[in-house]
């Protein structure tokens, strides 16, 4: 019997048809491209944003598709399926819910169009050299000086830097009042005196997605900018919005079990070794039998959490065993994967390879998977 998610429609079908076919033929084809390049293509943001898959579950009101999280999750999960971690549409789609929930009408209606359209790209620039998980150690600051901010700082890890027309800044508007002191201010890119984007980082995978160095040099930011037109309220904001994006880590995450799954159940039917197929031989078949339940088991799971997206129950304890388990998954289910493929395995040119090292760095961001166990731990 074929399993359906519970939350799939036949109106979610259709955009499934669509979004795939926008996969296979705009994304697909150009993997190596951008990883040679370190950056998809900027005319990709634009055709993404006139299929309507950029902010597919924002209200068409500020330009958005309208839909729910079950229809970005479509999206992610169509990405995962054809192997692609170059297109930065996750953190895009972080940085259009800290607006759509945290901002102002007027910066709702000012940004979110032109993120759903494609015309900006949008970056959430919170890591440091020396503050990762440890938001409330970041040392970047916005101090006011007449009718704006002056920004001060360098940001690392950051995805979509290089492309960025719109980031999403974590500074201090206050240095001395702790986490009380920490605003978020939108700031513009192009034609922004003293704002610098560094080399884009040589990565272990991943390496078609921009992630780079930013630096700030008394860079100016209306003080309309700050998110929410309130400063101060920059920690809280980031705990109300977290949950989004780990969610987000989980359902690609699934994804990719799957496919990995898939590609290794197919190699193992048609290579053979001692006289019969991979797919023959005992341990071959327990190994993915295992697989295969895990991978079923964490479907049951990540279908759980985006119903309670969908329905607006999701907290924070739950994504972050969503991100935390689902990622350490991922990271064993691959390699037990790449196993099975032998020396083949080992070599980039086959998919399982790139997904081993593509894997690696979702134990890390959204929050390394450590933080996630202490939020776990908290709610006993």
């Known amino acids: 019997m074929t399993y359906t998610s519970p939350w799939m429609t036949p109106e979610l079908d259709g955009f499934r048809d669509a979004v795939r ?6 994304i697909a084809p150009h993997q190596d491209t951008w990883r040679k390049q370190q950056h998809v293509d900027r005319a990709l943001w634009r055709r993404a944003g006139e299929l309507g898959i950029l902010l597919a579950d924002i209200p068409d009101a500020y330009g958005g ?32 819910h800290y607006l759509l929930n945290q901002g ?13 359209s494609g015309e900006m790209v949008a970056a959430i ?11 409330k150690g970041i040392r970047t600051t916005a101090l006011r000086e007449g009718d ?19 980031i999403l800044m974590v500074a201090k508007t206050e240095p001395q009042a702790g986490a009380k002191g920490v605003s978020l201010l939108l700031l513009e890119t192009r034609d922004c005196a003293g704002f610098k984007v560094g080399r884009i980082l040589d990565k272990l995978g991943q390496k078609g997605q921009d992630t780079c160095e930013l630096f700030f040099d008394n860079v100016r930011v209306p003080l309309q900018n700050v998110l929410g037109g309130v400063e101060g309220r920059g920690f809280a904001q980031l705990m109300n919005e977290l949950p989004y994006e780990r969610t987000i880590l989980g359902v690609s995450g699934v994804a990719s079990i799957e496919r990995a799954l898939q590609l290794t159940v197919e190699h193992a039917r048609e290579r053979r070794a001692f006289g019969q197929a991979l797919l023959d031989m005992q341990n071959t078949r327990f190994v993915l039998a295992e697989i295969k339940t895990e991978a079923t088991v964490a479907r049951t799971f990540i279908d759980r959490c985006i119903v309670d997206m969908v329905e607006g129950r999701m907290d924070t304890v739950l994504a972050s065993m969503a991100k935390y388990w689902i990622s350490d998954l991922q990271c ?7 196993q099975l493929f032998g020396g083949y395995g080992y070599m980039l040119e086959y ?26 731990a908290r709610s006993l």
């Open 21 to 26: 076919r926008f996969v296979a033929t705009e």
């Open 125 to 135: 620039a919170m890591s440091e050299p020396g503050a990762g998980s440890d938001l």
């Open 65 to 96: 598709s309208g839909g729910s999280f079950a229809h970005q999750s479509v999206v992610f999960e169509e990405l995962a399926y054809a192997g692609d971690t170059a297109f930065g549409i996750h953190v895009h789609a972080i940085v259009a």
């Open 332 to 338: 064993t289910v691959v390699d037990r994967c790449l």
């Open 351 to 376: 998919p399982i390879a790139q997904m081993y090292a593509d894997a690696r760095v979702q134990r890390i961001y959204g929050g390394a998977n450590e933080i996630m166990k202490e939020i776990i």
């Open 104 to 116: 102002t009408e007027e910066q709702k209606q000012t940004y979110l169009p032109k993120l759903a």
């Open 148 to 166: 704006s901010y002056v920004l001060n700082g360098s940001k690392i890890f950051i995805s979509n830097g290089y492309l960025a027309d719109l």
